[in-house]
């Protein structure tokens, strides 16, 4: 079977982005990553695009390669709530390993912060609600988010200074990255101080909404430089909606994991480098203990012993992750690959860790809904 390799990556900076559309921001990241990857246009043969909510076009995939002067052979768009970026990556894995694409180019953007009103944010995303058991009730994404947490602190004893641990961390990660939305040191009293969101959720325990794009390139050959080979993958879905939610201590991403695990022929402690999706802070939390990374209500004692800090065994989002770099859409998760093949590369300047050599990436979109697990792997 072939392999397939990440060879270049790009990105905008994240944040308030006036002037900029959907397609600007997509195309400024596809240029980056071709010049890391030292690729042409015409090396693209195929194109995975994620959707964007500023720009809900029908075609947007092909849309984006008009703009963009791309004819690719293969083209397609992929909507999976957060977990968009990493069923990307996947499906592109998939595309290489077959033999259908060469070079594909896996790029999502939005100007979700200066492109729409914080009414229709919040009602865009409210969706992922059930139309009939939840929406109703004028239920919020982090209203959905606020009940999960509650009923997992319940079960496990985790506390809100617990996650509001992480927050901080995420904030003293981004702090050293250029491109990051929000750069404001924080304390865990400011965290536990902000203003309330959905019980037990603050503000500081909430992704900031932003501009930005990225974009990855994934291909058949290894490249001559860093060989980041995609080793592992997997999915799984078990809802869609909180209400259909069986147990919080089972949302499908230990299943995700353990695919892609098995694929890689790999297990939990031969990791060293973590990009873990984290909409909120209960969010990174709960997949820390789900996948294994961490004993049921034990990760913020990983954290507090220094497991997850930039030198510790398991450095965490790096890059500041969705709480603190930003949450773009689809984008936003991306990020999390970026930044590990960065690190890979060692590219990622006062960020740089110990020479990571397998990382583990994974997303969920909805409500802890839709699960996808990444390997990666640097080949010497």
């Known amino acids: 079977m072939k392999h397939a390799y990440i060879t ?20 400024a990241a596809a240029r980056q990553a071709l010049d890391c990857a030292q690729l042409k246009r015409t090396g693209i043969d195929g194109v995975l695009c994620g959707y964007s909510t500023t720009m809900p076009h029908l075609m947007l995939s092909t849309l984006f390669c008009e703009r963009f002067s ?5 083209a397609h768009s992929v909507q999976l709530g957060g977990a968009t970026g990493a069923a990307m990556l ?36 409210a969706q992922v609600g059930h139309a009939d058991f939840e929406v109703p009730n004028g ?29 901080v961390l995420m904030r003293n990660n981004a702090i050293r990255h250029p491109d990051a939305h929000l750069t404001t040191p924080i304390s865990i009293a400011e965290v536990l101080a902000s203003k309330p969101i959905a019980e037990p959720l603050h503000l500081m325990d909430c992704c900031p909404i932003s501009d930005g794009a990225m974009a990855l390139i994934v291909s058949s050959q290894a490249p001559e430089g860093v060989r980041v080979r995609m080793a592992g993958a997997g999915q799984a879905h078990l809802h869609q909606h909180l209400t259909a939610m069986h147990d919080v201590m089972n949302c499908g991403a230990a299943v995700a994991a353990a695919s892609a695990f098995r694929q890689a022929g790999l297990q939990v ?32 004692n990983r954290l507090r012993q220094g497991d997850f800090a930039q030198q510790g065994v398991l450095p965490l989002n790096t890059h500041g992750g969705l709480l603190s770099f930003g949450h773009c859409g689809v984008a936003g998760g991306m990020a999390h690959a970026v930044e590990a093949w960065r690190q890979f590369a060692h590219q990622a ?5 110990k020479t990571p050599t397998h990382a583990f990436i994974h997303a969920d979109g909805g409500v802890m809904s839709s699960h996808v697990s990444l390997i990666l792997s640097k080949e010497a």
Do not use: W
């Open 8 to 27: 270049g990556v790009g990105n905008t900076a994240f944040g308030r982005l006036e002037g900029h559309s959907t397609l600007d921001l997509m195309a």
């Open 70 to 74: 791309l004819r690719p052979d293969y």
């Open 90 to 125: 996947m499906l592109a894995r998939e595309l290489v390993q077959s033999g259908r694409c060469k070079n594909i180019l896996v790029v999502a953007g939005e100007n979700r912060l200066s492109g729409q009103t914080r009414d229709s944010s919040i009602q865009t995303l």
């Open 139 to 167: 239920a919020s994404v982090p209203a959905y988010y606020g009940l999960m947490a509650s009923r997992y602190m319940h079960e496990t004893g985790v506390t809100s200074q617990d996650l509001a641990e992480f927050a």
């Open 269 to 300: 402690s031969d990791i060293d480098y973590l990009g873990i999706y984290d909409s909120f802070t209960i969010t990174l939390l709960m997949l820390l203990e789900e996948i294994g990374f961490a004993r049921r209500g034990q990760a913020a």
């Open 349 to 353: 300047g006062p960020r740089q860790v």
